[in-house]
């Protein structure tokens, strides 16, 4: 038997090296403190997507292998020349460098939740969102206004995402992802989805009215179409 251990974080390429050994047993570390790439379900699915169903998955405190039991090593996977490592992937993300962040992931970064009710001020002005509440330990990007794929029932729907407070609306510091989507006008409260962050626009700006962000959004939206039929 083999088995591999460690924190796998973001279950990035470099831990994707070791699981492509298929140990039948990887035992999971908990995380440093801080926000996490991967909650424990999202690093449960990853983590036998990748090893295989026949691999076990046991989340402990501590982990020093018995003797003789073989555990796996691999030479440390590369991007741009330096070792792949979860802090590398917390750093471009913080930076909103979301590009960097999927290529050393190996998908894209992808923000789970229950859609919420928000304040719905954007129907007003015919421009209705979708409100995302995600694990509070979950690592939010830089804040600012991105590109995303939002997935629903298995279909994909290109949007246009605000991360961040809401200056235009309000002057609380509340941190909210509220995506606008194109070609999709159904009710998901209470619905869990998906949200794959592909690009970052712009920062968070404060506007005049509601309207004035209305026409940005259209500038936005059609920046994400253009940077999606170019890149994907």
């Known amino acids: 038997m083999n088995v591999a251990s460690g924190i796998f974080d973001g279950v990035h390429r470099g831990h994707q090296a070791v699981l492509a050994c298929r140990p039948e047993e990887v035992y999971v570390l908990p995380p440093d403190g801080g926000p996490v790439l991967t909650t ?18 046991r989340f402990v405190d501590a982990f020093a292998p018995p003797a003789g039991l073989p555990v796996i090593s691999v030479p440390p996977v590369l991007y741009d020349g330096v070792p792949i490592c979860s802090d590398r992937i917390r750093q471009a993300l913080l930076g909103g460098l ?32 979708v409100n995302l509440q995600t694990a509070d330990e979950k690592l939010l990007p830089r804040h600012g206004v991105y590109g995303t794929v939002t997935i629903v029932d298995g279909q994909r729907y ?7 407070p809401r200056p235009t ?4 510091p509340t941190v909210t992802v ?21 690009t970052y626009i712009r920062p968070i700006t404060k506007f005049e009215n509601l309207e004035a962000v209305r ?10 179409v253009e940077y999606m039929g170019a890149n994907h």
């Open 40 to 57: 424990v379900d999202e690093k449960r699915a990853l983590i036998g997507a990748y090893a295989g169903s026949a691999c076990s998955v």
């Open 98 to 129: 979301v590009e960097e962040a999927e290529a050393m992931l190996g998908y894209p970064y992808t923000l789970r939740g229950e859609v919420v009710y928000g304040r719905q001020l954007g129907r007003t002005v015919g421009m209705p969102t």
């Open 158 to 164: 290109l949007g246009v995402t605000s991360i961040g």
């Open 169 to 172: 609306v309000d002057d609380l």
């Open 178 to 198: 509220e995506t606008f989507l194109l070609h999709f006008n159904r009710d998901l409260y209470g619905q869990h989805i998906d949200l794959e962050i592909k």
């Open 215 to 224: 026409r940005q959004v259209d500038d936005d939206v059609r920046y994400v």
